[in-house]
Each structure stands twice: as C-alpha cells, then as structure tokens.
C-alpha cells in the first residue's frame, strides 16, 4: 500500500513546517536554493578565514551552504563569500574546502 507523505507547509515569516514543527530556512550561497537550517552548514568569516560553525554558536554574520562540493563550486565562481559576509577582501576557503570534502568522502565510503 502506497503511503503518501504529507506536504511540508510553509509558514509565514520564512518558517517551513518541517517533522512537525516549523523550522527557519536560509538560503545557500552556491545555489540560491532555500532550504531548512538543518540541512545547511553555517559558516562564519573569522579574521579573514571562513571557518565551519558546526555548533551554530559562533558570533557574527553567517553564510550557509549545502555541504557538498558543488555548491562550494558554485559559491567561489560566484564570488558570493564575500557579498555574504559583506567584506571587501579575498577569504581563506581552506578550512571550509576541507570540511566538505571529508563529509564528501564520508558518505560515499
């Protein structure tokens, strides 16, 4: 028997229902797809560097990114970092680079 999933809702004010509650959406910086926050890395530009906020604690302006290399691509051939962070000079992508390429090699082994 074919069991059909209920639509997720959206809310007003930017929330969408999501397992029975409604959760926040944001937008990813490589594919302009809006999603929930859950299903998003939160990044935030630390003195030049943009560093992966894996607890979602740290201060400052946030990005957020699906986390796979395609939409890092996206994102860097865009030039959308430093839009989001609204800073004018280059940023490291290091540390981000690594972040999602170990999730990347963690799903496929």
Known sequence: MWRVRPVPQMHPHGKL???????PLRTCVGC??????????RLVAVEGVIVPDLRRRLPGRGASLHPT????????????FPRAFRVTETLDLSLVRSHVEELQAERIG
């Open 32 to 41: 302009r797809v809006r999603t929930v926050s859950s299903e998003l890395l």
């Open 17 to 23: 229902e999501y397992g029975g509650q409604a959760a």
């Open 69 to 80: 290399p395609r939409c890092l691509e996206l994102a860097e051939r865009r030039r959308a």
